[in-house]
């Protein structure tokens, strides 16, 4: 079945540190993948996309995701933590060409610590 | 800022209450979305329109009625709802529903609290 899996529902760094939070999906065929962040009481932003371009994507605010085919995988880095990166972070994946929905993960808290 | 609009912001009803929540975009997006999220989980669709019809209705209960007046507006209309329909409703655009790689943007959303 397809889906889409965030390890860790609760990722804390220091302020500084690198930011590495995990999305994988289960298909067969490489799906279009995206990054969203919520902060409180606000809606999704997006973050990146990957449409099947360049595997490695970046995005807004210096975060970056790299396509793994091989791992079925496209993690979300940003290589220094700021107190402003707390928020809820969600992959999401459309695995066909369209008319289906955006399938999200469950989500990843990023809590920075000072 | 967002390019989704959404409002109000907040709402409090009864449930006996009717109310509407109001979402628009001037993106030239053809596809519109409802989600509604609670808290600390992702958002779950509850409608889809594209070109103006629905394409998509997610089960919901009858008690939520979506309408989509023109390509820039939805509109997602509210009666007698119970307390477990609290939660943060979102409404997100995208250019097209028929292409995948087109990304959904998303309003603020609208907090609902039943009482």
């Known amino acids: 079945a397809q889906s889409v899996t965030q390890l860790g529902s609760h990722v804390s760094v220091s302020e500084g540190a690198l930011v590495l939070l995990r999305c994988n999906y289960s298909s067969s065929v490489p799906p279009y993948l995206f990054w969203y962040v919520q902060y409180p009481n606000q809606g999704l932003q997006l973050l990146l996309k990957y449409t099947s371009a360049a595997t490695l994507v970046k995005g807004i605010n210096g975060f970056e995701a790299e396509f793994k085919k091989s791992e079925t995988s496209f993690h979300l880095t940003k290589p220094s933590a700021h107190m402003s990166d707390a928020a809820e972070y969600f992959c999401?994946?459309?695995?066909?060409?369209?008319?289906?929905?955006?399938?999200f993960g469950k989500g990843t808290r990023l809590s920075v610590i000072a | 800022d967002t390019e989704v609009t959404q409002t109000p912001k907040h709402l409090v009803m009864g449930m006996t209450n009717k109310k509407s929540l109001k979402c628009e975009q001037h993106m030239g997006h053809r596809a519109m979305y409802w989600y509604k999220q609670k808290a600390k989980k992702p958002p779950e669709l509850m409608f889809v329109?594209?070109?103006?019809?629905?394409?998509i209705n997610e089960s919901v209960p009858s008690r939520f009625s979506p309408e989509c007046p023109n390509s820039s507006l939805l509109n997602l209309h509210l009666h007698a709802l119970q307390p477990e329909d609290s939660a943060l409703y979102l409404c997100?655009?995208?250019?097209?529903?028929?292409?995948?790689?087109?990304?959904?943007?998303f309003g603020d959303g609208t907090r609902l609290s039943i009482l």
């Open positions: 997100a655009s995208s250019q097209d529903w028929d292409r995948g790689n087109q990304p959904q943007h």
């Open positions: 999401a994946v459309i695995f066909t060409s369209g008319n289906t929905p955006l399938v």
């Open positions: 329109y594209s070109y103006e019809k629905l394409s």
